[in-house]
């Protein structure tokens, strides 16, 4: 296949660009708040202290990963806390960012599935700091970041055994009970397919800024294809590494899994294609392998038809047609880079990172057309 100039210019300069920026395996930590983030500490002092919440001395730092909610550090003289809040300049867009929702799953979610922070406080007052919020735990650990290059990455075997856990927890997560979880009206099953495909694609629509043809290609191609649903299920819609937190003292185990915002009652299977839509294989192409969204050709890691074997041998169950949630998956992340990248050409945001992602949305367009035609998820470039 024919890979646009754009993208092989792109990976020949990135040789130069990425020198000296790639994340280290380390602790996650703050850093200084990116400009025009910041918050507003007076009015979030008196809120926080209103609500018997110490905040004498507060610090205000971020963490700067992430695309889409923002998180701030928040540390007192006594506590620890996570600030989430949505990003700046999302009333441009259509969906997303609930914020009460968010606060809401965490809360439920709890008792029936230990790997989620708990939550102390939301509030809707966007007098405070602009938009609403809420507060909840600081979970410390280890994160593997995008683009982790394999001198910096943990052991060949602790990367197999997180692999091996990132599929476990999804599929623990899969079974739990809804009911008990109270968390019945968090989403409804029937239609859930059609309504996340036309969703997806209108939300592209929306935020579309260059004519991909590929991306067209593909909506009426996942419209035209729909299974199914096979059971209801919570569903994370973000799963991959960058939002598991690893234990500090091993690192093989998942302490904590984060960003609930996309969280829904839906199809377990179209989870994991969103999954598999991060994972990128050792033998892709390499132009399209620049905007890897999780670090999965580091060695241990298995294929994305080894991700699928897996999940099928933990849950007990055969995907049929796995090709149709690989290319939803793959859809669907190229819309929310999509959609980033219109804040960011709209000004509604500084970040530098959003810059290129109009070239990540060509990318992950390539991959899914290459699925489709080759009708496979691993070798699609052989």
Known sequence: MRVPLKLKFYNFISKFIQQGKTPNFSMDAPKKIRKGEELSVDKLKKYLSNNKIDADDLLIEQFPSGYSNLTYFLKSST???????????????????????????????????????????????SEIIGAPFYLMERVEGYIIRPNLQQKDAPKKEIVQNVSKSLVSSLVELHNIDIEQANLNDLGNINGYIKRQVEGWIKRYNHSKSDVLKDMDFIASWLIENQPLEVKASIVHN?????????????????TAILDWEMATIGDPFMDLGTSLGYWVDKNDLPELKLFQLSATTLDGNPTREGILELYEHKSGKSIINPVFYYVFGLFKIAVIA?????????????????SLLNLAVMSLSIMAKQAITKNRLSDLFE
């Open 79 to 125: 506590q620890e806390f996570v600030l989430r809040r949505p990003p700046f300049g999302v009333k441009s867009l259509q969906g997303g960012h609930d914020m009460f929702r968010e606060y809401n799953v965490l809360k439920n979610l709890k008792s029936q599935f230990a790997k989620v922070p708990d939550v102390y406080l939301y509030c809707d007052d």
């Open 238 to 254: 973000d799963f991959k590494y960058d939002n598991l937190v690893l234990n500090k003292d091993d690192h093989s185990k998942i």
């Open 338 to 354: 999509q959609q980033i990248y219109f804040r960011y050409k709209k000004g509604y945001t500084k970040d530098r990172r959003f």
